[in-house]
């Protein structure tokens, strides 16, 4: 009895074992079959961090000076026109107070100058008058004294104009006379001639009346030479009147094209200051972060040109600076869809972000440690995480891990991999 059921027993045990084999069997050839057919996929990773799409702004100030006030500190979030930094210009600027004052007394003078240069009365611009009532005054007065002055020129040139006709009314009045009296005294002299002849006269008598006429007829052709003279005096004086007005007008004419001259430079003085006095306050270009702030004294000195801080955009489109491994650099191309992963958002609860490969470096390059990458950019699909745009931002700074599918392999692969790579490599040692 003890016998037989030991042999039940061993009989049991020795079926128990070859179900088990039996089922191991099974079971590794379908891990076989399954390894062979089954399919993931393949990786590369590269690690990088989120920049913005456009280069970071670089604030700076076209003359410099002194830092008035400081309004905002590193890392600090700006909206785009946020005053940042207050400058206090040098003595060489523009001085807008004084160009105003500058402007104000040529408009004054501007007026005045169109008043006389077109015979019109002074009328001064309102609101300049009304700002600089001083200046006002000044150049009422100055168009007073010169009308004044010029009315006397005018006066003194009438005055010798009326001298010019009386001598011409004189000598014209004169050389009738004088005609007069020749042609009485060669009557005389006729009549004497035939008295002579007849005895009815001294010769003395008719040499008298002879030198008479003689002395008339010299006085006439004196007096005849002298008339044009007169006249051309006369229309010398008269053109010495018109000319009085004339130049004035001339001379305020050309003085007025002076002034407008002045007027356009100095308006291009004065918008300069306008401009200059904008630069004082030194505004945010775009939303963004604040960064590198490199002026932290208030009083302290900036020079032409001088980076001041940096703004990081955050509004805008965004890119991914990731470092490929050189080993990787073979089964990566561009266009190749991405897998992004943002260090700041756990990815099995916010998920990830889609993108693609947009740039590969040519060249490997070397970081300050020595290790060697290729530079990448990925350009994810969107700036956030979710479904909400703005709910998860995607901000620049923030580090993230890019996986970049580069093809499938089967279980059976990955696993012999290591097997082939190890026969490989002992083949070519022997």
């Known amino acids: 009895m003890t016998l037989a059921l030991d042999s039940l027993r061993r009989d049991t045990r020795s079926s128990g074992w070859s179900v088990l084999a039996m089922i191991s069997i099974g079971l590794i050839c379908a891990f076989v079959v399954w390894a062979t057919v089954a399919e993931f996929d393949q990786f590369s990773i590269a690690q990088g961090e989120v920049a913005p799409a456009d280069k970071v702004k670089v604030i700076q100030h076209l003359e410099g000076g002194s830092i008035a006030a400081i309004f905002v500190t590193d890392g600090q979030v700006v909206t785009a026109g946020s005053e940042l930094v207050a400058v206090e210009l040098g003595l060489g600027g523009a001085n807008r107070e ?121 006085k006439v052709s004196a007096l005849r030479s002298s008339l044009p003279k007169a006249r051309a005096a006369l229309d010398e004086a008269r053109a010495n009147l018109n000319d009085e007005k004339l130049k004035f007008n001339r001379a305020a004419f050309e003085e007025l094209g002076k002034v407008e001259q002045d007027i356009s430079s100095t308006n291009e003085m004065f918008a300069e200051a306008d401009t200059q006095a904008s630069r004082k306050i030194i505004r945010a270009p775009v939303d963004g972060i604040v960064k590198n702030l490199r002026f932290h004294t208030i009083g302290g000195v900036i020079g032409p040109g001088d980076p001041i801080m940096e703004i990081v955009p955050v509004n805008e489109s965004v890119v991914i600076e990731a470092r490929l491994r050189p080993e990787d650099s073979g089964v990566v191309e561009m266009g190749q869809p991405v897998r992004i992963k943002i260090s700041a958002y756990d990815f099995t609860r916010f998920g990830t972000l889609s993108g693609t490969l947009t740039y590969i470096s040519a060249d490997s390059v070397a970081d300050d440690e020595g290790n060697t990458f290729f530079q990448v950019l990925v350009t994810p699909d969107k700036s956030y995480l979710g479904e909400t745009p703005g709910e998860y931002p995607i901000r620049p700074g923030m580090t993230a891990t890019v996986d970049i599918r580069t093809g499938t392999r089967t279980v059976i692969e990955f696993l012999l991999k290591p097997v082939m790579r190890l026969r490989y490599d002992s083949l070519r040692e022997g």
């Open 98 to 218: 004084e160009l105003q004052a500058r402007l104000d007394s040529l408009a004054l003078l501007r007026a005045r100058l169109l008043a006389e240069s077109s015979d019109q009365p002074l009328t001064l611009p309102a609101d300049v008058a009304q700002r600089r009532p001083d200046l006002a005054a000044a150049e009422q007065s100055a168009y007073s004294a010169r009308q004044t002055e010029l009315a006397n020129r005018i006066e003194s040139a009438q005055q010798r104009v009326r001298q010019q006709e009386l001598a011409v009314s004189e000598l014209q009045a004169t050389f009738n006379a004088t005609v007069t009296d020749l042609d009485l005294a060669g009557k005389n002299l006729a009549m004497s001639q035939d008295l002579l002849r007849d005895g009815l006269t001294s010769k003395m008598e008719h040499l008298a009346r002879e030198r008479e006429a003689k002395l008339l007829e010299g």
